[in-house]
T-cell receptor, first 109, second 114 residues
Framework: GENVEQHPSTLSVQEGDSAVIKCTYSDSASNYFPWYKQELGKRPQLIIDIRSNVGEKKDQRIAVTLNKTAKHFSLHITETQPEDSAVYFCAATGNMLTFGGGTRLMVKP | DSGVTQTPKHLITATGQRVTLRCSPRSGDLSVYWYQQSLDQGLQFLIQYYNGEERAKGNILERFSAQQFPDLHSELNLSSLELGDSALYFC?????????????FGPGTRLTVT
């Protein structure tokens, strides 16, 4: 089945800096790659997704890039704010959605 | 608010007991997914139902079972509970069953087994 690796597991940045989270996947048939943000004790919320026919997608301060040849995709957050602090999960789906292990992002004011 | 509801919010029970978690999908969604999230761990897919039928199975223990009813709500039954079953259980829903379907998560049920 699909295996998704996510790095780093924790990331600390200064407010205003950029943050990058990277994921690799194993199943070349995977074609949908969502990113979820989860605040402490709350539900995961879909923040952005990308499909295999697209290389990059942007939504305000958030962007996701996909390299299907290398089987990796990344989340980029620019101009980070304290409210961006949360755990971020990448996921990949071929037959079912498989999540990465999560990245705890801390934005220091 | 995603439109997905889950009850109860919290559940405390003893080892060996059985509990039922309930999920109502967003209006119009036919697929329901169940996930388990243990402390400091990622989301583990358990099972998916689509329009009343089991569609995909993940790492679901034999002590766990689920079903989706004609009104599309779903229940996850956990039996012979062990301490290690303590976790957040999330339900998600999507409009279709396919792999490209966007999933929207409910608020979760926190299960504590003592």
């Amino acid at each position: 089945g699909e295996n998704v690796e996510q790095h780093p597991s924790t990331l600390s940045v200064q407010e205003g800096d950029s943050a990058v989270i990277k994921c690799t996947y194993s199943d070349s048939a995977s074609n949908y790659f969502p990113w979820y943000k989860q605040e402490l004790g709350k539900r995961p919320q879909l923040i952005i997704d990308i499909r295999s026919n697209v290389g990059e997608k942007k939504d305000q301060r958030i962007a996701v890039t996909l390299n299907k040849t290398a089987k990796h995709f990344s989340l980029h957050i620019t101009e980070t704010q304290p409210e961006d602090s949360a755990v971020y999960f990448c996921a990949a789906t071929g037959n079912m959605l498989t999540f990465g292990g999560g990245t705890r992002l801390m934005v220091k004011p | 608010d995603s439109g997905v509801t889950q009850t109860p919010k919290h559940l405390i029970t003893a080892t060996g007991q059985r509990v039922t978690l309930r999920c109502s999908p967003r209006s119009g969604d036919l697929s329901v997914y169940w996930y388990q999230q243990s402390l400091d761990q990622g989301l583990q897919f358990l099972i998916q139902y689509y329009n009343g039928e089991e569609r995909a199975k993940g790492n679901i223990l034999e002590r766990f079972s689920a079903q989706q009813f004609p009104d599309l709500h779903s229940e996850l039954n956990l039996s012979s509970l062990e301490l290690g079953d303590s976790a957040l259980y999330f339900c998600a829903s999507s409009a279709t069953s396919g792999p490209l379907a966007e999933q929207y998560f409910g608020p979760g049920t926190r299960l504590t087994v003592t």
